[in-house]
């Protein structure tokens, strides 16, 4: 059915995804943040070996994706979305998920990612242990630049796209009933910018002293980087790139669209039929 589809259909859906953003009491008051966390973690598991993983299939409703420890909290932005699926039941939900993602990057001020339809799902019946993706594949925020590498080279990402994608911590917030971790990275967590590069080199990381899991904060504990964040100043290689985005947003922000677009199409098989 999607394949009779047109460019106007997808722009009724994204419509309707830029109309729910807004969630007053809900974190910081969007939910666009989790919707590119869902994108991402969707597409994020991508082999480009054995050409498995990526957002074709959907493949996050069914365990053990759905379960694993890497996606806690996404299932908040599944259901987020199933008004939209309500609505509009011929698109699939490998769609679905990436297109909230592109548009809710847009909506908070970044930049309009190239994406193209045509991703089909997965059912309980046609879906094989095989299309599913292993727990392990997307990154263990306690980690430093060489487990980053194994997981962003294993898609066929460069440092640079690397360092890009990273950019989209410029929104959102770590969750303790998630993934253990607390606070946002930046002072504007629905605004979508190089906040993130700018803070990432002006700020004096120190380790917060609590009971969770290793992470720091700034003196004021308002601000916090994982270990996986500082990874990016404490390596040459990816420094660069910080230090290129924190003074050039124009550069971050055509890097960030092409890196993120082409992460969405990690792995999508499509038909003959296109828009
Ligand atoms: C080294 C790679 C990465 C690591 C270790 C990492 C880790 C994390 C962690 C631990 C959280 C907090 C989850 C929670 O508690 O709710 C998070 C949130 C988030 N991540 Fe990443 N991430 C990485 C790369 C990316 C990439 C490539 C993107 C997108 C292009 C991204 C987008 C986001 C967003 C938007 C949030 C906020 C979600 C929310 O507010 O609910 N991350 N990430």
């Not at 605004?191 to 904060?217: A, H, I, M, T």
Request: with cysteine; aromatic share 10%; hydrophobic share 40%.
């Amino acid at each position: 059915m999607a394949a009779t589809k047109t460019a106007a259909d997808y722009e009724a859906v994204a419509k309707d995804i830029v109309a729910i953003l807004d969630r007053p009491g809900y974190d910081d008051g969007s939910i666009g943040p989790v919707l590119v966390r869902l994108a991402w973690h969707a597409s994020g598991t991508y082999d480009r070996k054995s050409k498995t993983g990526g957002s074709d299939g959907a493949t996050m409703r069914f365990k053990p994706e759905a379960t694993d420890g890497a996606n806690a909290g996404l299932e908040h932005a599944r259901a987020f979305l199933e008004p939209i699926k309500a609505k509009h039941p011929w698109i699939s939900y490998a769609d679905l998920w990436t297109l909230a993602g592109v548009t809710a990057v847009e909506a908070m001020g970044g930049p309009k990612v190239p994406w193209t339809p045509g991703r089909t799902d997965k059912t309980e019946a046609t879906v094989k242990a095989t299309d599913i993706p292993p727990n392990g594949r997307l990154p263990d925020a306690a980690q430093g630049a060489p487990h980053i590498r194994d997981v962003f080279y294993r898609m066929g990402f460069t440092d640079r796209e690397i360092v890009a994608l990273l950019g989209a911590h410029s929104v959102g917030r770590c969750h303790t009933d998630r993934s253990g971790y607390s606070g946002p990275w930046t002072y504007t967590p629905t605004r979508f910018s190089n906040q993130y590069f700018k803070l990432l080199l002006s700020v004096k990381w120190v380790e917060k002293k609590w009971d969770g899991p290793k992470q720091f904060v700034d003196e004021d504990d308002e601000l916090m980087m994982l270990p996986g964040d500082l990874a990016f100043i404490l390596d040459g290689e990816f420094k660069k790139y910080v230090e290129l985005y924190a003074k050039d947003k124009d550069a971050f922000y055509a890097d960030f669209a092409a890196a993120f677009g082409k992460l969405l199409e990690l792995g999508v098989k499509r038909g003959k039929t296109k828009l």
